[in-house]
């Protein structure tokens, strides 16, 4: 975990925003964090969210605990769905990076307001939740994807069978 989210804050920092998608940048702590929610216990995918979020913070202009708070809220959120969705599933992946992104943005944004530490104008703040729903939706099954193989590689995962395999 520890290897995978220094990993991913390394990517998410050095990866520059886009303009055209409102500053909005690569969700990849958020998508390591909505991966331990859907495929592992509370406890780790809390501790995934402290961790993630703390590591954003840290290497963004972001007040401490904002970030934390956040990637708790939405890695117990994904978390609480998980008996109900595929995991595996690039559909689920989409669909809850995408949503994941987009939400953690808007809290970003209604905190930071309130503290009065930006001031975004209607249609700059949409173009970021866009844009954050866009990068969610593709960061996120790529993570997925990824994790989930280095996973089954070191041994953290069983492999699984397909339902041709008769023995």
Known sequence: MI?????GAVIQTVVPSSAFL???KLPVLLSFVLYYALTRSVV??????FLAGFLQDVLSQ???????????????LAGYFRSMV????????????????AIVTVF???M?????????TYGLITL?????????????????????RVDRLVGNVELEHSLDDVE
């Open 108 to 110: 970003f944004f209604l």
């Open 128 to 148: 970021k939740i866009f844009g954050a729903l866009l990068l969610g939706m593709i960061t996120t099954p790529i993570i997925f994807h990824l994790a989930g």
């Open 86 to 101: 595929l995991a595996d599933s690039i559909f689920t992946t989409l669909i809850f990076g995408g949503i994941a992104n």
């Open 3 to 7: 290897c995978f989210l220094i990993g």
């Open 62 to 76: 972001i007040p401490l605990g904002h970030s934390v708070f956040c990637f708790c809220i939405a890695g117990w």
């Open 22 to 24: 409102g500053g909005a």
């Open 44 to 49: 780790t995918t809390m501790i995934a969210g």
């Open 112 to 120: 930071l307001v309130q503290e009065d530490l930006i001031k975004y």
